[in-house]
Every structure is written in structure tokens, then in C-alpha cells.
T-cell receptor, first 116, second 111 residues
């Protein structure tokens, strides 16, 4: 149980284009999903917290117009990197917290984004 | 501001050589402390949640303990398949429950 699926696992895109990453909780409902960014040999940096049906809360320094988050249902959240540039290349990871719990969060397998 | 510091940064063990990883934390009201395992190019895999000082949890060769200032992840008789980065994170009470992560300990277990 508690499986979170993230798609795609990797993507290469041209500079200036947009990329959408999906995060799905497969066997549970999640009121809250989180999006992280991780640089090589560094820890996870929280980008934003999203709750189903409401606007995402972005961490300080994260451009909300560049990183669009939609949490349309209790099992799906998407992150769209708009007008991507090489500096947006990174490992993006989502996590989901099961409905009715306040603690454990389960992670997807991550998406490696490379902008060329 | 919540802070999580993990040590050592990297650890190399021989198979069967037990050791401990440290996670020191500062948080204004701990709701939970979490340990995750992360393999290269993968998302973190949940291991344990600890809620109060004195609590211990075990899973196979891993045992996690918690005090008011730090947590230890003890690895007993490790095997090469235990090689990974181990991440510690804290969750503060009264928040939207986001996690603050440490930078991790990269563990390599050799034959």
C-alpha cells in the first residue's frame, strides 16, 4: 500500500517550452501533496504544498508563475514548469499524505528534468 | 527556523560492521521525526516515524531511536544492499505538516 506514482521518470525538453509532471496516489486519497526539488548530493527542498481544490502554497523564493501546481482531485497533482530554462534542470519529487493522517508522507520515484 | 543536521556526511562500512547515523534537530515543538532511504535517481522510501523521546522502532537490520535533541539510525550487520542515502526529516506541530530535511548520510557497504 501507499504507492505514489510520478510520471514521467525523465524528460528532456528544449529551452522555452513547458513540461508537465504528474503525481498520483494509486491506493489512497491524499488531501495534501508536496513538490520538492533536489540538486545532486543535496537534500530535498520543498517548493510548494498543494491541497485538493485550493491554490498551492509556495515556499519563499519559488516563482509561482513559473512552477504551476494543480491539485484537481484527491489522487492527482501536477507540476508544470513553464518556459523552462537550463537552470530549471533538476530532480523533481512529489509526495502525498494520506487522507486522515497528519504525519507520514509517501514519495514518488522522481522526475529527472533536463532542459537543453 | 527548523534545522536538521545529519552526520556523518558519508560512511563506508564493511559487510557486517555495525554503526550508527546521527540526526540532530532543532524544532519548536516536534510532531514527528522521519527516516527515509533514498537510492540514486529514486524518490525517498519511508522507513520510520518517531513521535516522542525514548521511542524506538525496528525494521530488519535498522533501528531508530529518538531523544529530545537527536535521533540515531543504528544499522546492525549491514549488507551491500543497505547502501543508500539515509535522510532524516522533522515535522513541527501546528503547521501544514511540511517536512524539513537534513542533507543525508551516504552509506556504502562493501563486501
Amino acid at each position: 500500500g501507499a504507492v505514489v506514482s510520478q510520471h514521467p521518470s525523465w524528460v528532456i525538453c528544449k529551452s522555452g517550452t513547458s513540461v508537465k509532471i504528474e503525481c498520483r496516489s494509486l491506493d489512497f486519497q491524499a488531501t495534501t501533496m508536496f513538490w520538492y526539488r533536489q540538486f545532486p548530493k543535496q537534500s530535498l527542498m520543498l517548493m510548494a504544498t498543494s491541497n485538493e481544490g485550493s491554490k498551492a502554497t509556495y515556499e519563499q523564493g519559488v516563482e509561482k508563475d513559473k512552477f504551476l501546481i494543480n491539485h484537481a482531485s484527491l489522487t492527482l497533482s501536477t507540476l508544470t514548469v513553464t518556459s523552462a530554462h537550463p537552470e530549471d534542470s533538476s530532480f523533481y519529487i512529489c509526495s502525498a499524505r494520506p487522507l486522515g493522517t497528519g504525519t507520514e508522507a509517501f514519495f514518488g520515484q522522481g522526475t529527472r528534468l533536463t532542459v537543453v | 527556523e527548523d534545522q536538521v543536521t545529519q552526520s556523518p556526511e558519508a560512511l563506508r562500512l564493511q559487510e557486517g560492521e555495525s554503526s550508527s547515523l546521527n540526526c540532530s534537530y532543532t524544532v519548536s515543538g516536534l510532531r514527528g521525526l522521519f527516516w527515509y532511504r533514498q537510492d540514486p535517481g529514486k524518490g525517498p522510501e519511508f522507513l520510520f516515524t518517531l513521535y516522542s523521546a525514548g521511542e524506538e522502532k525496528e525494521k530488519e537490520r535498522l533501528k531508530a531511536t529518538l531523544t529530545k535533541k537527536e535521533s540515531f539510525l543504528h544499522i546492525t550487520a549491514p549488507k551491500p544492499e543497505d547502501s543508500a542515502t539515509y535522510l532524516c526529516a522533522v515535522q513541527r506541530t501546528g503547521t501544514a505538516s511540511k517536512l524539513t530535511f537534513g542533507t543525508g548520510t551516504r552509506l556504502q557497504v562493501t563486501l
